[in-house]
């Protein structure tokens, strides 16, 4: 056995973190609960999906696909690095991935989620625009 396969035997890495944090953004992006999640992608309790969503627990590899396959996107997802930008404000101050610690100075998990759904239900490109414009112009 190699020196880090001892290291991280038992214990989540940061390849575990991404993949949990990218789970609970993609479920809640969709709307759906943790118990949602849990009865329909891969037939576990909710205190496991709890579990894979802080990365307590590492995620099989036929549970991961399973849940690819109910949140409509591909394995590889999960593992995309590149697209960390609303993963970086959600772990922002936070001690664990996704906890929320609301203080008067730091954004959410629930408000960017929120604030994202809300945006993406606006059809009109031109006040999609000007909202952008307005939240640029106050920051």
Do not use: C, W
Not at 87 to 101: C, K, L, P, R, T
Request: aromatic share 8%; charged share 30%; net charge neutral.
């Amino acid at each position: 056995m190699s020196e880090n396969a001892e290291i991280t035997k038992g214990r989540a890495d940061s390849i575990d973190h991404l993949v949990s944090r990218r789970l609970k953004i993609r479920r809640m992006m969709l709307g759906y609960s943790q118990q949602e999640l849990s009865e329909a992608a891969a037939d576990v309790s909710i205190q496991q999906v709890q579990k894979y969503e802080k990365a307590t627990n590492r995620i099989s590899s036929g549970k991961l696909y399973s849940f690819s396959k109910f949140l409509k996107v591909p394995v590889n997802y999960f593992f995309d690095q590149e697209d960390t930008t609303l993963e970086s404000i959600f772990a922002e101050d936070h001690e664990e991935y996704g906890e929320s610690q609301p203080n008067n100075s730091s954004v959410t998990e629930k408000e960017v989620i929120a604030l994202v759904k809300a945006f993406g239900e606006i059809k009109d490109v031109r006040v999609r625009k000007k909202i952008i414009e307005l939240i640029k112009s106050m920051s």
